[in-house]
């Protein structure tokens, strides 16, 4: 049985575009897989701690020596790695937040880049311990931040997302943009127009996923 972690990180729920298209993939992927399984993790509606010297305290300490306490720590970190290994594939939405990441998703990636669980310094090589997944990241941009463009140097999302997840181990990923969200929300642009394509795109790779 195929499984897909749905992950999103936007704010804005009801209005935001990333969700819209990463619960269209979901659906879509789902249709394609009637006996698949669809987790569903919302960053914003998970409380995600910064890490602290507790934190890396408890990852450091050998897992049969950890204390209650140092358990209890790392136990969400320990949730969303079974949810990372339990899936074959991902979907992420990702809206751009002041040219990088959403904060929550940053939380996300801290708690799940873990020495010895998602990756190793095996003979002092860094080695992704993620293997045979896949990933797409779904990301939504107020301005048009496309390579070439003007602005595509203030992109900090896909080449953050494509490192660290390669880091990992995760190699396979694709990123499909909805560039120029801000035209919606400025009512220039109406949302159903603007979705329209970038609808078609997350659907046909969906498809072209289960192939």
Known sequence: MSTLLHVDSSPLYGGSISRELTSAFAARWKASRPEGKVIVRDLNATTIPPLDAAWVGSVF???ESRSAEQRQTLALSDTLL???FEADEYVVGV???NFG???VL???VDQIARV???FSYADGTPKGLIVGKKATFVVATGGIYDAQTQMASFNFVEPYLRSVFGFLGVTDTTFLTAGGVQAVNHG???RATFLAPHL???QAHANQQAV
């Open 61 to 63: 300490t050998p897992e």
């Open 200 to 202: 078609q795109a997350v």
């Open 106 to 108: 940053k939380l996300w």
């Open 188 to 190: 220039k642009v109406d």
């Open 82 to 84: 079974a949810e990372l």
């Open 101 to 103: 990441p959403p904060s």
């Open 95 to 97: 809206p751009m937040h």
């Open 116 to 118: 010895g669980k998602t």
